[in-house]
């Protein structure tokens, strides 16, 4: 059984930064693509960043490029997401996900509880 556990989340002015982590268990992690999704009240949840199992490959919304960056740590079995220049529209609980491939299309089977962001303007 995979679990996923989320943290770092909280509430930041507008330009400010945050860390999200991602703690992963249950799967030899480095074998795996990592991703985080967003999801906003009255949206759909969207694809944020992507990571592949080594960490050679990484993926943006285009919302979030140049101001997000993902990465991981596999002798940790932890991904990370840092966020700087905030904006309130990035308010949104964010989830890590774990699939076999790494990309906004693929498919991310297991999915934490999430943690939330809010940034206020």
């Known amino acids: 059984q995979v679990q996923l556990v989320e943290s770092g989340g909280g509430l930041v002015q507008a330009g400010g930064s945050l860390t999200l982590s991602c703690a992963a268990s249950?799967?030899?992690?480095?074998?795996?693509?990592m991703a985080w999704f967003r999801q906003a009240p009255g949206k759909e949840r969207e694809f944020v960043a992507g990571?592949?199992?080594?960490?050679?490959?990484?993926y943006y919304a285009e919302s979030v490029k140049g101001r997000f960056t993902i990465s991981r740590d596999n002798g940790k079995s932890t991904t990370y997401l840092q966020m700087n220049s905030l904006k309130p529209e990035d308010t949104a609980v964010y989830y890590c996900?774990?699939?076999?491939?790494?990309?906004?299309?693929?498919?991310?089977?297991?999915r934490g509880q999430g943690t939330q962001v809010t940034v206020s303007s």
């Open positions: 249950g799967r030899t992690f480095s074998s795996y693509a």
């Open positions: 990571i592949s199992w080594r960490g050679s490959r990484t």
């Open positions: 996900a774990l699939g076999l491939v790494a990309g906004p299309s693929a498919d991310y089977p297991y």
